[in-house]
């Protein structure tokens, strides 16, 4: 059984620029969150998605998207990065959507803005 | 809106030296509350999910408690390995997000 896996582990960027970063859920799990996790912060969550439709957002703006592929992948999209995105970005995934179920963490892409 | 208070910030222990971590929780309604351990350079890892007041769990040296505005994460003669920072985090009740509220952690150093 496999674990959740991202990708890239590391990312820099510049201000303004664009960026998607991927995550392969656990096997078996159809439902898929990422949290934003700033330095010494806990992780705030960003949305959720299950069966590729989002189902649940924090408060985050227009610019953070999402997607959820039919082998429930997911992807991060980050549009007109700013300082302030420069975070750990953690992917988990779980069982279902019910509440109280256990998530399953990657171990994160490290995202820097300069 | 959901809050979640950490106490201590960090703690230093001697190994075997028994202490408790704090989290204090305030949220409309309570769906659970979840306890999970971190690594550096690893995201979260699941420990204890708890639902209502009195209930207790417990992994290996490791104990959590539930009352209506607090948690607690017992830990009973810890060894270096037990060394990481300790998240808290509330799940809501009613409609809306999903997702889980976090504390900042509790980053706990076990001394050999």
């Known amino acids: 059984e496999t674990g959740v896996t991202q990708s890239p582990t590391h990312l820099i960027k510049t201000r303004g620029q664009q960026v998607t970063l991927r995550c392969s859920s656990q096997s078996g799990h159809n439902t898929v969150s990422w949290y934003q996790q700033a330095l010494g912060q806990g992780p705030q969550f960003i949305f959720q998605y299950y069966r590729e439709e989002e189902n649940g957002r924090g408060n985050f703006p227009p610019r953070f998207s999402g997607l959820q592929f039919p082998n429930y992948s997911s992807e991060l999209n980050v549009n007109a990065l700013e300082l302030d995105d420069s975070a750990l970005y953690l992917c988990a995934s779980s069982l279902n959507r019910a509440v109280n179920e256990k998530l399953f963490f990657g171990s994160g892409t490290q995202l820097s803005v300069l | 809106e959901d809050q979640v208070t950490q106490s201590p910030e960090a703690l230093r222990l001697q190994e075997g030296e028994s202490s408790s971590l704090n989290c204090s929780y305030t949220?409309?309604?309570?769906?659970?509350l979840f306890w999970y351990r971190q690594d550096p350079g690893k995201g979260p890892e699941f420990l204890f999910t708890l639902y209502s007041a009195g209930e207790e769990k417990e992994k290996e040296r490791l104990k959590a408690t539930l009352t209506k505005k607090e948690s607690f994460l017992h830990i009973t003669a810890p060894k270096p390995e037990d060394s990481a920072t300790y998240l808290c985090?509330?799940?809501?009740?009613?409609?809306?997000?999903?997702?889980?509220?976090f504390g900042k952690g509790t980053h706990l150093i076990i001394q050999p």
């Open positions: 949220v409309s309604g309570l769906r659970g």
């Open positions: 985090a509330v799940q809501a009740s009613g409609g809306g997000a999903d997702g889980l509220t």
